[in-house]
């Protein structure tokens, strides 16, 4: 087999400057692909979530139950690392999944339970109608976000969950101020 000739380095003179073009030895490497046979995976990706859209719904209300289950688990048996760990799981899965899903309001909710979660110095001493209100506000975005209007009161609900909880963990940790910081920080979940 023959060797091809390598390529020669171009320099062309300026009066200033020289130009030095190298030769692209992957050029050759390079498959071209007529136009007809270009191939778009935004689009296959988009037909593919709209192919799973029907299920979103279903999906949400297994997560919310998730949640729920979590929660009930913490009322009968109180904190403890395992009931801790699967209620901030929940949560954060909602926070996660929920505006893929078409549930924006369900996230922001999730993401604020979320945030007790880890900030708290002390899960016990968080009021259980605090925690009992994100559990509630996820399961009515879930269950009812098919009606009109929902969308609005839902983000209404998750902006003053978020609110109280922010005024809960503020004091609660005011002897922490490296703690405060990342407690006072704005919401990374998307806005409706």
Known sequence: ???EKPATIEVKSFGTHHVITQPNPLRKMLLR?????LDDPVARAEKALAGLSGEFK????????RLSAAHAAIKRDGF?????????RAAHDIKGDAATFGYPSAAAAAESLCRIIEHAPDLDAVPAELIAHHID??????R???KLDTAVVAGVLSKQLRGIADEFLTHANRDRPKHLE???????VPNE
Do not use: C, G, N, Y
């Open 33 to 37: 692909v007529p136009d007809s046979d």
């Open 1 to 3: 087999m023959a060797k």
């Open 144 to 146: 009812e976000r098919t």
């Open 137 to 142: 506000a996820v399961q009515a975005i879930v």
């Open 58 to 65: 279903q999906w949400m209300t297994i997560e919310a139950d």
């Open 182 to 188: 990342a407690i006072l920080a704005p919401s990374i």
């Open 80 to 88: 403890s690392d395992r009931t801790r760990e699967e209620l901030f």
